[in-house]
């Protein structure tokens, strides 16, 4: 990352498999032994060194009880001006040599000009690092991985291997590109890209070489500006090509919006702190280790047939917002959804549950959604058995909900029972309601045949969020009260349908129903002939439990009459959705809000037996329509721990 600032240290945040779900301000560090201990918050000094160059002190503190042990040389890859090796020899004995190395002949005054013991060496691009076998005992690298494409990534950690000695230590620094820095920077620069291919190198080729992770931290560094400008012009100096873009004053003018929508309360000096929270991973060399029993897909899912949208039938909005739809959606990229299989086919389930847990747990809120293919799932008692030795803990009940949903087994649902040529469109689940799971579970028992549609759709959340039609709506919801999203449900004993409040409330008792209404923090009504209008206040919006981003969290689209405008069961007048303050949401708002949703979505055609993951913040679904007599059956079951999902006084 190329930004520079005062950056202030803040709070870990990350899940823990026996905690509530993600603590807000709360660090778990976790281990392969699943220790954990808690960091103070850490004051920065301020410094102008590029980022590249640059770490922040929960960085090195949380290094501190490797350095202060080791034995052996430090290699720090990518040190830049020096900054972070430099801060490193506090915890470092003093026997210990250290080395830095860096591409840019910009900083060999500044190495000259240090006058440490740390011996700084420049080192051609591609290039063999200048050290023997088994020479080092600790490589360190921070936030420098995601300027390499990955092939050079694969070549790079080659190179790792090699210098590293056996039970030898490479940790890695890479920023998470979430956050309110990241939503500020993102107009005029955005690394995301470069920062995803880092982690699915890492991800694919260390464990292939023998590396074995031991540790992984979440923390998040807060930079200080007092001033867009300020922000604008730290970017722009540290990457000055972009002064030479044509369009570089929009993104200027931009930045300075997505400023003020993120910026939140000025600090003691007037500063506004930006969170960015950053990632850190120990891996160990090992020698004569297995290597895992699940591998991570370098290149991800294949892409099926384009997937038509604007000229689809039975599609939402096909009347009122067809001209704003995308023609087809946009291919799946190797990092959504993150795909995983079995490296060796005769693998057991119960070998392959913890690796998949911790996985998810470890990267779920990187990616969004994961998919697990080929796994020995051959029934539905083998999927209840996968989930209890994973410790999954699922939603017994689906409750006030749109969708027709039967219970297959306990916490096991079908997916649906929309009918098949209808078009669900991209939605987060529960995002009306005042609880929410906090992760999904798809399961495929049979998939639909070539050419019959049902593709599941995969949604971007965290990129839609950046974009500035959605910033300008989240603005509007924290300015209005939020949203309420309106059901309206008939009784079964009164009318004709495929949605009653006895199905959706899981009783023919209207005091009962009214309790559970209660509980749940709806406010509700009944009309003549017992029809039930239920509505409760939601933001609009969620911060991430883990990596505190904000994300779009809502379904204005879903809940506006022109959903049903095409429905073969359901009626317009089913929905409706407001403002908090009661003001009705424009319709070519709703229809600009629906095609966004939908250039974000990328198609993945589910093959028997797969599991899909779903961080339900960081990743909508979704569902293609299908011919009626396709074999294709998904379950699913919403996943403990939830969260609430309710305006704060």
């Known amino acids: 990352m190329a930004v520079r600032g005062s950056r202030v240290a803040s709070a870990v945040r990350f899940s823990s498999r026996t905690g509530s779900l993600w603590t807000p301000h709360e660090q778990v560090t976790r281990n392969m032994h699943s220790t954990a201990r808690r960091l103070q918050s850490a004051q920065i000094e ?44 506090d915890h470092l004995p003093p026997e210990v040599d250290v080395y830095g190395v860096d591409t840019n002949p910009l900083y060999l005054s500044q190495w000259k000009e240090a006058g440490t013991r740390v011996n700084f060496k420049l080192v051609a691009a591609g290039a063999p690092l200048p050290f023997p076998d088994g020479s080092m005992g600790l490589v360190t690298t921070s936030l420098m991985l995601h300027h390499i494409p990955f092939e050079g990534l694969q070549q790079l950690f080659s190179e790792i291997h090699r210098v590293l000695r056996e039970d030898g230590v490479l940790i890695i620094e890479e920023q998470t590109c979430a956050g309110a820095m990241q939503d500020a920077m993102y107009p005029l620069w955005d690394e995301t ?31 200080c500006y007092k001033s867009a400008d300020e922000l604008a012009e730290d970017i722009l100096v540290c990457n000055p090509h972009l002064r030479d873009l044509p369009d570089v004053q929009r993104s200027v003018l931009q930045l300075h919006d997505d400023f003020e929508k993120v910026k939140g309360l000025p600090r003691v000096d007037g500063s506004f702190g930006l969170d960015m929270p950053h990632r850190m991973e120990v891996w160990t060399k090992a020698k004569g280790i297995k290597p895992p029993h699940l591998q991570v897909s370098s290149t991800g899912v294949s892409a099926p047939e384009a997937v038509e949208i604007k000229g689809r039938d039975w599609i939402p909005g096909q009347f009122s917002s067809r001209h704003l739809l995308p023609d087809h959606l946009a291919p799946p990229r190797p990092l959504l959804p993150l795909l995983v299989q079995p490296r060796d086919s005769s693998a057991c389930l119960r070998d392959l549950a913890a690796e998949c847990r911790d996985l998810l747990d470890e990267r779920l809120h990187d990616v969004g959604a994961v998919l697990f293919r080929s796994l020995p799932l051959k029934s539905m008692a083998d999927l209840r058995d996968f989930q209890a030795d994973m410790g999954l803990s699922c939603m017994q009940q689906y409750r006030g909900g749109t969708t027709p949903r039967a219970s297959k087994a306990d916490g096991v649902f079908a997916a649906s029972d929309d009918p098949l040529c209808f078009t669900i469109e991209p939605h987060q689940e529960l995002a009306y309601a005042s609880t929410c799971p906090g992760r999904l579970m798809f399961y495929c028992s049979s998939e639909a045949l070539p050419g019959h549609g049902g593709e599941m759709g995969i949604t971007d959340m965290r990129r839609l969020s950046r974009e500035p039609l959605i910033q300008d709506f989240m603005a509007q919801c924290a300015e209005r009260g939020g949203l309420l999203h309106r059901l309206k449900m008939s009784s079964r004993q009164e009318a004709s349908g495929n949605l009653f409040w006895e199905d959706a409330w ?59 405008e095409k429905h073969p069961t359901m009626f317009p007048n089913a929905v409706s959705i407001t403002f908090g303050d009661g003001a009705l949401l424009d319709d070519e708002l709703v229809g600009r809000i629906r095609a966004a949703v939908w250039e974000h979505t990328v198609p993945v055609r589910m093959q028997t037996g797969d599991l899909m993951f779903m961080d339900n913040i960081l990743a909508g679904h979704s569902r293609i329509g299908l011919k009626q007599d396709s074999p294709r059956v998904h379950f699913v079951s919403l996943l403990e721990p939830s969260f609430k999902n309710v305006i704060s006084n």
């Open 506 to 564: 899981g009783t023919e008792k209207k005091p009962e129903v009214e309790r559970l209404l209660h509980d749940s923090g709806y406010q509700w009504q009944w009309s003549e002939n017992s029809v039930l209008e239920f509505w409760v206040p939601v933001p609009g919006f969620v911060q991430h439990p883990i990596t505190a981003e904000k994300v779009f969290f809502a379904q204005p689209h879903c809940f506006h009459p022109s959903y049903y």
């Open 46 to 89: 301020p410094t102008r060194q590029t980022y590249s160059g640059a770490t922040s002190r929960v960085m090195t503190d949380g290094m501190a009880p490797l350095l202060s042990g080791l034995d052996g040389k430090l290699l720090d890859i990518g040190c830049g001006s020096g900054y972070k090796v430099r801060k490193m020899l």
């Open 193 to 223: 890209e470069g920062c995803q291919t880092a982690l699915l190198a890492s991800m694919c080729t260390l464990p292939e070489m023998g590396f074995v992770k031991t540790k992984q931290e979440l923390f998040t560094e807060t930079y």
